[in-house]
């Protein structure tokens, strides 16, 4: 079984700065099965990113993804209040999902 | 409007069992995979299962051979069957619908509480 690592556990940013958040695979996945999701308490979580870096229908453009091989990253480009969240990486391969252990965004 | 609704939830003893329940709504159902995820208080996201619009079936290994998922594309639902429920078990259950996007999970529901304890 895959193993994602999420790196940091939690980072302390304002609004308006830029959020970099990373996703280590413990083996090589295949790009178009990574994807990130955003999850707020007592909501259901939102699909951001999938296939590494491609929006998903109606998330802004400051939210991107990049990454191939074991390394992936969500950038979000200017926070805005609302993204203050947890995020978490995600990965499909032989026929199952795993999540990495999420990063929370928090206001400094 | 795409909607999952879930439903089922409660608290049960251990070694006891339940029925989750999600009623989709807004899309064609039978089209489409879903899966059931769940967050233990505290934790984060853990898959659980999956079913394919043709009813291949995929399981975690912590619930391997104790949940079963089914579906009646009739009625627009999908199940969960817990058996020998465990306290690390619980925690709140989302149904998600898969891989129109890849293979990410485009809609979820708002998730259900299932906890096991005496």
């Known amino acids: 079984e895959i193993v994602l690592t999420q790196s940091p556990g939690t980072l302390s940013l304002s609004p308006g700065e830029r959020a970099t958040l990373s996703c280590r695979a413990s083996?090589?996945?295949?790009?178009?099965?990574v994807a990130w999701y955003q999850h707020k308490l007592g909501q259901a979580p939102r699909l951001l990113i999938y296939?590494?870096?491609n929006r998903a229908t109606g998330i802004p453009d400051r939210f991107s993804g990049s990454g191939s091989g074991t390394d992936f990253t969500l950038s979000i480009g200017r926070l805005e209040p609302e993204d203050f969240a947890v995020y978490y990486c995600q990965q499909y391969g032989s026929s199952l999902w795993t999540f990495g252990q999420g990063t929370k965004v928090e206001i400094k | 409007e795409v909607q999952l609704v879930e439903s089922g939830g409660g608290l049960v003893q251990p070694g006891g069992s339940l029925r989750l329940s999600c009623v989709a709504s807004g899309f064609t159902f039978s089209s489409y995979s879903i899966n059931w995820v769940r967050q233990a208080p505290g934790k984060g996201l853990e898959w659980v299962s999956y079913i394919s619009s043709i009813d291949n079936t995929y399981y975690a290994d912590s619930v391997k051979g104790r949940f079963t998922i089914s579906r009646d594309n009739a009625k627009n639902s999908l199940y969960l069957q817990m058996n020998s429920l465990r306290a690390e078990d619980t925690a709140v259950y989302y149904c998600a619908r898969c891989c129109v996007a890849g293979h990410g999970f485009d809609y979820w529901g708002q998730g259900i509480l299932v906890t096991v304890s005496s």
């Open positions: 296939g590494s870096s």
């Open positions: 083996q090589s996945v295949s790009s178009s099965y």
